[in-house]
T-cell receptor, first 114, second 111 residues
Framework: DTGVSQDPRHKITKRGQNVTFRCDPISEHNRLYWYRQTLGQGPEFLTYFQNEAQLEKSRLLSDRFSAERPKGSFSTLEIQRTEQGDSAMYLCASSLVGNYNEQFFGPGTRLTVL | KQEVTQIPAALSVPEGENLVLNCSFT??????LQWFRQDPGKGLTSLLL?????REQTSGRLNASLDKSSGRSTLYIAASQPGDSATYLC??????????FGKGTRLHILP
């Protein structure tokens, strides 16, 4: 499978715990995006990388959130001290610069904070 | 600030009918517009991408149009099938980076 993959697909955690999600983009794609989607809403932008550089972060990304893409390939999104309001689907997408910004999405990680 | 609106929020039609989903956006200076499909609890599947210089794109039974000046796009689905049931999301980008989504139209095709 050469699409975007995300791990885990589902995560249930207790409030206050830390969680980390992983995204593997399409191999030749140099851009990687994180979005968050709550029930009944469209996805909202969180942050994106070009290669290993984090180029933009949304105001939605509080200090408890951190994202990395250390070698310009896979990325991790960590949420510290989770809150119930963090419960959502976390979506990763990748694209190739110069390809009209067509973004391809992974299956998402569903986070439930109890 | 770019805002994307999709109407209707939900739609049910009998199998075999043609249908149109609508999308509007407030800032016409877009880089591109994409239509996505999302099945319940799943990720997004890209259906069509229209560059800012284009007016429409077609893929099989799907046709998407773009009118930048009026800030509108439509997704036309011909001869609908039960397998078309899903949420359809419209998304625009103003630059070559993040995209801004509407809330989607939940489509149900009645067998």
């Amino acid at each position: 499978d050469t699409g975007v993959s995300q791990d885990p697909r589902h995560k249930i955690t207790k409030r206050g715990q830390n969680v980390t999600f992983r995204c593997d983009p399409i191999s030749e794609h140099n851009r990687l995006y994180w979005y968050r989607q709550t029930l009944g809403q469209g996805p909202e932008f969180l942050t994106y990388f070009q290669n290993e550089a984090q180029l933009e972060k949304s105001r939605l990304l509080s200090d408890r959130f951190s994202a990395e893409r250390p070698k310009g390939s896979f990325s991790t999104l960590e949420i510290q001290r989770t809150e119930q309001g963090d419960s959502a689907m976390y979506l990763c997408a990748s694209s190739l610069v110069g390809n009209y910004n067509e973004q391809f999405f992974g299956p998402g990680t569903r986070l439930t904070v109890l | 600030k770019q805002e994307v609106t999709q109407i209707p929020a939900a739609l049910s039609v009998p199998e075999g009918e043609n249908l149109v989903l609508n999308c509007s956006f407030t800032d016409s200076a877009i880089y591109n517009l994409q239509w996505f499909r999302q099945d319940p609890g799943k990720g997004l599947t890209s259906l069509l991408l229209i560059q800012s210089s284009q007016r429409e794109q077609t893929s099989g039974r799907l046709n998407a149009s773009l009118d930048k000046s009026s800030g509108r796009s439509t997704l036309y689905i011909a001869a609908s099938q039960p397998g078309d049931s899903a949420t359809y999301l419209c998304a625009v980008s103003n630059r070559d980076d993040k995209i801004i989504f509407g809330k989607g139209t939940r489509l149900h095709i009645l067998p």
